[in-house]
């Protein structure tokens, strides 16, 4: 396994030890890390926070359903992907589950390699999410080292002024804006203004034409 998959979690909410210790030894024989829980508080107490992983959760739990545990993972933004499983499962209920942003919904008894490639589907998709979380990150932080003038020239820039132009706007010299701008464009390591613009959309610096409409 790479280092981020050995980083990556699966964590197994079930009330049934059996089933729990069933579903640790399954995934763990593929090579896994897995944690498991009784019920979903006892997984939001024990939660590090910024996990890479997934979590497969039985739906029918007394106390905190499944159902009802996604809505208190969505509210504390707990946003890794979810396999619900159930032995009592039905159409509304899988509707339900989907709809609140469940990855999958598998009815028990299921084929234990199906379950490994969900697990597995999962966690390749929160792999994402975490990379492009660090990229925001990191195109947030480097935005942030900007200085005041430096912020407003970019601003500028990707609203397609010119050089001249952002000058005028601003009341400085020519010159001055091209100093400003290749400071700024270094520390947001960029080579092109494609590249800043693109930056500033993800940032919420300027508006799509999506956002327009």
Request: with cysteine; charged share 25%; proline share 2%.
């Amino acid at each position: 396994m790479t280092s981020e998959q050995d980083a990556q979690k699966v964590f197994v909410i079930d009330d049934d030890a059996d089933v729990r210790d069933s579903l640790k030894w399954l995934l763990e024989s593929v090579g896994l890390s897995v944690d498991t829980f009784e019920n979903a508080l006892e997984f939001i107490e024990h939660n590090p926070g910024n996990t890479s992983g997934c979590i497969v959760m039985d739906v029918r739990m007394p106390g905190l359903s499944g159902i009802n545990a996604q809505k208190k993972f969505a509210d504390l933004a707990i946003d890794l992907p979810i396999i619900m499983i159930s032995a009592h499962g039905n159409v509304d209920m899988a509707v339900t589950a989907l709809t609140q942003g469940a990855l999958t919904f598998i009815e028990k008894p299921f084929d234990d390699q199906i379950l490994i490639d969900h697990v597995h589907n999962a966690l390749e998709k929160d792999r994402i999410r975490m990379a492009r979380q660090s990229a925001q990150s990191r195109m947030q932080e480097r935005y942030d080292s900007l200085t005041r003038r430096e912020k407003q020239v970019m601003g500028l820039i990707v609203k397609g002024l010119s050089n001249q132009e952002a000058a005028d706007e601003l009341g400085i010299n020519r010159k001055t804006v091209e100093g400003h701008r290749a400071h700024m464009m270094a520390k947001m390591k960029v080579d092109s203004l494609a590249e800043l613009v693109q930056i500033a959309i993800a940032l919420g610096l300027v508006e799509t034409v999506e956002d327009q409409s």
